[in-house]
């Protein structure tokens, strides 16, 4: 199974969101298999910034993982992003969460995410679509939800259906 992380927090949130999760569904060897719903949350580690809107996506693909990375990075450049701050206003954030149970560590690249099982703002729309997901230390994504406490999680809007 894998997991990308989709956040935006500066221009047309929901556009932003949506215009990558198109861009993924266009790309050849990528198979867009689910969408969480739309999440707004507050930023975190740099919080004098607007909030951000979250989703996760389940996709499918050939694709190796620093492979599926180089295209998010594209996708995010494509959108608009401009890497000035470290954790700070982004038109489009695409992380790599999950890709199967690749553990990788390297200076592209970390997997699982290393914060991933701790963060809310993720985990919240992690566990729509994937609750039994394996995340950390053998616990489910559900499991991680359990005991997250990082952050107030408001669902913005469902994308399934609409």
């Not at 929901?14 to 990528?30: C, K, V």
Request: aromatic share 4%.
């Amino acid at each position: 199974m894998i997991i990308l992380g989709l956040g935006s927090n500066v221009g047309d949130r929901e556009g932003n969101i949506r215009a990558a999760l198109e861009a993924l569904a266009r790309y050849p060897d990528i198979e867009l298999i689910a969408v969480s719903s739309l999440y707004e949350t507050a930023p975190v580690g740099f919080t004098d910034q607007p909030d951000f809107l979250n989703a996760a996506a389940r996709i499918s693909t050939a694709l190796e993982p620093l492979e599926l990375l180089q295209v998010c990075l594209g996708i995010e450049r494509d959108l608009g992003r401009v890497r000035e701050v470290k954790w700070g206003p982004r038109t489009m954030d695409i992380d790599l969460l999950i890709y199967d149970a690749v553990e990788l560590a390297s200076e592209q690249l970390t997997l699982p995410h290393p914060r991933l099982h701790e963060r809310c703002f993720v985990l919240v729309p992690l566990a729509e679509i994937a609750p039994d997901v394996p995340v950390r230390g053998g616990k489910t994504a559900a499991e991680c939800l359990a005991g997250c406490t990082d952050s107030d999680v408001r669902l913005y809007k469902k994308l399934q259906g609409d």
